[in-house]
């Protein structure tokens, strides 16, 4: 990429990740890292584990740039593992635990892997997709596990058999540190490539936004295989604050872990807040130490219900992987809006023929860096993929959105999934944002059937709520007030379950584009 002159100072410290390391347990090694259960890991014993298993990596054979796959659960082992790594400059590719089959098989393979770190509880998993050969060895962590020609060995025995010393390894920031695949939806996953400078931009920007200051308390439920898990794990490297780590987000469990932790910071992403205020009222929903709530994906409808019931603030933000996880920040909450450009950004909204817009008109939103090393080099073996998202400079990242007069940027879906009906573009996430809010409605996806003019209609899949009924002319109804007639689905059909991508992204090139059967909204 071709950094944009910037007189202004880049906010982000000259330090890898393993000077931050260094730098934080020097001034506070008593210190309370990371809480998991009744566990208390300090900097100084987090530190020393890191260490331990970093040689004992290195005494594997792996080296600088090599890439190990990481398939843990939310864990302290994996903050070791994932810190570790980062130590030395060994490139880790985390696996998403619930993969299976061909999804699988393809990220193993593609990653050209030298090992794996695998919990042994998801072997059978890999196991049955894992080529004999493919990587020269396996980590098993609470257990042995094998593909009849690797090496192996248990976490805990290269944990035990690394020497406590600091790895004499110099890393950079341009060092390749993760290799992130998304979840396509119509196509393989792309490896985004994440360099140790990008990774020290997500824990910045998360700082930024999420208002963290000295003493606080992060509930981390989000998995470190994911980008937004890794952030907070450089959250708490770059401030004086603890993280209270949860093995996965459950909704029974959420406000009783906040309080356990007397955590001050909930994360959220897509419909987490909508699941959390779907619970029924409680005494006890401000009975917490927790003010504030970031993340991305906040619907503008139920903002201020949110934090009239919890008593919190929303922070809002817009990123993605390939541009260190952040772009714009929605600091001052206002409420709807994705927020402003970091400092290190410069954002714009285009047509598709690449003429830049001004206020108030959608296009497609471009990210370019100003400092240099903030947006990813590219995709991981994708020549393809690289040239298509990475043109002249921009990063166009296929999400659609605009900008009103006071400079706020807001986000209006996936352009891959706008449709056009009877002359009016019109965003499949508005719609069905719109659809989700209904109480019977669990969840629900739009797409466009071509009718018989030859033009676009909207159908409309729910998933009902356990135990809920739901009359579609009722619910045409109930859109009315709340939705622009062009944007009010003709056909409405049920659906059980949806078919999903790993990271529970609904695949809609799955769902049937027929409308036999339907509710169609034309023969009310």
Request: with cysteine; hydrophobic share 40%.
């Given at each position: 990429m071709n950094a944009v002159p910037d007189s202004a100072r880049s906010p982000l410290l000259p330090l890898t990740i393993r000077e931050l390391i260094d730098r934080r347990v020097t001034e506070d090694p008593d210190f309370v890292y990371c809480r998991f259960g009744d566990e208390a890991l300090t900097l100084e014993a987090l530190d020393r584990r890191v260490n331990r298993f970093a040689n004992g990596l290195l005494a594997l054979g792996l080296r600088r740039g090599d890439r190990l796959a990481v398939m843990l659960p939310n864990h302290?082992?994996?903050?070791?593992?994932?810190?570790?790594?980062?130590?030395?400059?060994?490139?880790?590719?985390?696996?998403?635990?619930?993969?299976?089959?061909?999804?699988?098989?393809?990220?193993?393979?593609?990653?050209?892997?030298?090992?794996?770190?695998?919990?042994?509880?998801?072997?059978?998993?890999?196991?049955?997709?894992?080529?004999?050969?493919?990587?020269?060895?396996?980590?098993?962590?609470?257990?042995?596990?094998?593909?009849?020609?690797?090496?192996?060995?248990?976490?805990?025995?290269?944990?035990?058999?690394?020497?406590?010393?600091?790895?004499?390894?110099?890393?950079?920031?341009?060092?390749?540190?993760?290799?992130?695949?998304?979840?396509?939806t119509t196509g393989a996953p792309k490896g985004v490539q994440v360099t140790d400078k990008m990774l020290q931009a997500c824990g910045y920007a998360a700082t930024t936004l999420a208002d963290v200051r000295r003493g606080d308390v992060l509930y981390l439920w989000e998995p470190i295989y994911h980008i937004a898990g890794c952030e907070v794990l450089i959250v708490a490297l770059l401030e004086r604050v603890t993280l209270a780590l949860a093995e996965r987000f459950s909704v029974s469990r959420f406000w009783s872990d906040v309080r356990r932790y007397a955590a001050t910071h909930i994360h959220f992403f897509g419909g987490v807040l909508g699941l959390l205020l779907k619970e029924p009222p409680s005494p006890q929903d401000r009975a917490h130490g927790a003010r504030v709530a970031w993340g991305g994906g906040c619907p503008m409808s139920i903002w201020t219900k949110f934090q009239d019931r919890f008593g919190m603030r929303i922070r809002e933000c817009y990123g993605m992987t390939e541009a260190s996880s952040f772009t714009t920040l929605n600091t001052a909450e206002k409420i709807g809006s994705i927020g402003r450009p970091l400092p290190y950004f410069e954002v714009r909204i285009a047509d598709d023929e690449g003429r830049f817009l001004g206020p108030n008109q959608r296009g497609e939103i471009w990210v370019r860096e100003k400092v240099p090393g903030v947006i990813m080099t590219g995709y991981f073996d994708n020549p393809a993929a690289t040239a298509a998202a990475l043109r002249d400079g921009w990063l166009h990242t296929g999400d659609l959105g605009y900008m009103d007069d006071e400079g706020f940027y807001y986000f209006a879906g996936r352009k891959k999934d706008s449709l056009r009906r009877r002359g009016e573009n019109i965003s499949a996430w508005e719609v069905e944002r719109v659809l989700s809010e209904h109480p019977a409605v669990a969840e629900s996806a739009v797409i466009g059937v071509e009718n018989e003019i030859a033009d676009q209609d909207l159908k409309a899949f729910l998933r009902l709520r356990a135990g809920e009924r739901l009359d579609p002319a009722e619910l045409i109804e109930w859109c009315e007030p709340r939705m622009a007639a062009f944007q009010i689905p003709r056909f409405i059909a049920f659906i059980d379950e949806f078919p999903k991508t790993p990271t529970e992204r609904i695949r809609k090139e799955l769902l049937s584009r027929s409308t036999d059967g339907c509710f169609d909204r034309e023969n009310l």
């Open positions: 302290p082992d994996y903050v070791v593992a994932f810190l570790a790594c980062a130590r030395v400059g060994i490139c880790q590719v985390p696996v998403n635990i619930n993969l299976k089959g061909s999804g699988l098989a393809y990220v193993l393979e593609h990653s050209k892997l030298s090992g794996l770190v695998l919990d042994a509880r998801f072997a059978p998993q890999v196991e049955a997709v894992l080529k004999p050969g493919t990587v020269k060895f396996i980590i098993g962590r609470g257990g042995t596990v094998g593909d009849g020609k690797a090496k192996t060995a248990t976490f805990d025995e290269i944990e035990r058999c690394g020497a406590p010393a600091k790895p004499a390894v110099v890393t950079r920031q341009s060092d390749e540190l993760l290799i992130s695949y998304t979840s396509g």
